[in-house]
T-cell receptor
């Protein structure tokens, strides 16, 4: 099973709302990632979790708050977002050791901030 | 830092013809290279990777890629294109950031297969 699931598929929120994105994988991967992708552009790395600890934060604004409750789950909490934060948010996972460094992506959450 | 470049924003090919999507890389040390495909409104799907070994790598959906060290290239190929191959293709390279692995993506190439 190489599936990464993400919920919700679509999310519309106002600038004062608080919402959360969820990601789940059952491949035993110990690295999990959040990316932001604008239309026709490559994904931009936001956060990396390794063994449930935040290891990389690519200078992401504090209105995005990641959380890794366990080795299978990854959340992204959203608060006071701006219209320019509208994008496709992708979750991915990968192994940490061996030669299988490829990342497996979820289908994404399409976020619209109004 | 490691990087990849995709020189073509878009590639058009007739259905049934061979296709090539180009990628060149710049790395220090041994390259770990990947190809991903993204269909409209979907996440990225892993197609294939080069870690070491044979220069011709076979992947999903009939795609293959040729690793060329002297030309620092990793072009994606398919002998006979299908309309359903129309999508956005990303070349990528493994990189390390503060000791943690990450993937750096190219800018993407839109493949349009014409019936």
């Amino acid at each position: 099973d190489t599936e990464v699931t993400q919920t919700p598929k679509h999310l519309v929120m106002g600038m004062t709302n608080k919402k959360s994105l969820k990601c789940e994988q059952h491949m035993g991967h110990r690295a999990m990632y959040w990316y932001k992708q604008k239309a026709k552009k490559p994904p931009e790395l936001m956060f990396v979790y390794s063994y449930e600890k935040l290891s990389i934060n690519e200078s992401v604004p504090s209105r995005f708050s990641p959380e890794c409750p366990n080795s299978s789950l990854l959340n992204l909490h959203l608060h006071a977002l701006q219209p320019e934060d509208s994008a496709l948010y992708l979750c991915a996972s990968s192994q940490m050791t061996g030669s299988s460094y490829e990342q497996y992506f979820g289908p994404g959450t399409r976020l619209t901030v109004t | 830092a490691q990087s990849v470049a995709q020189p073509e924003d878009q590639v058009n090919v007739a259905e049934g013809n061979p296709l090539t999507v180009k990628c060149t890389y710049s790395v220090s040390g041994n390259p770990y290279l990947f190809w991903y495909v993204q269909y409209p409104n979907r996440g990225l799907q892993f197609l294939l990777k080069y870690i070491t070994g044979d220069n011709l790598v076979k992947g999903s959906y009939g795609f293959e890629a040729e690793f060329n060290k002297s030309q620092t290239s990793f072009h994606l190929k398919k002998p006979s294109a299908l309309v359903s191959d129309s999508a956005l293709y990303f070349c990528a390279v493994r990189d390390l950031l503060r000791g943690y692995q990450k993937v750096t993506f190219g800018t993407g190439t839109k493949l349009q297969v014409i019936p």
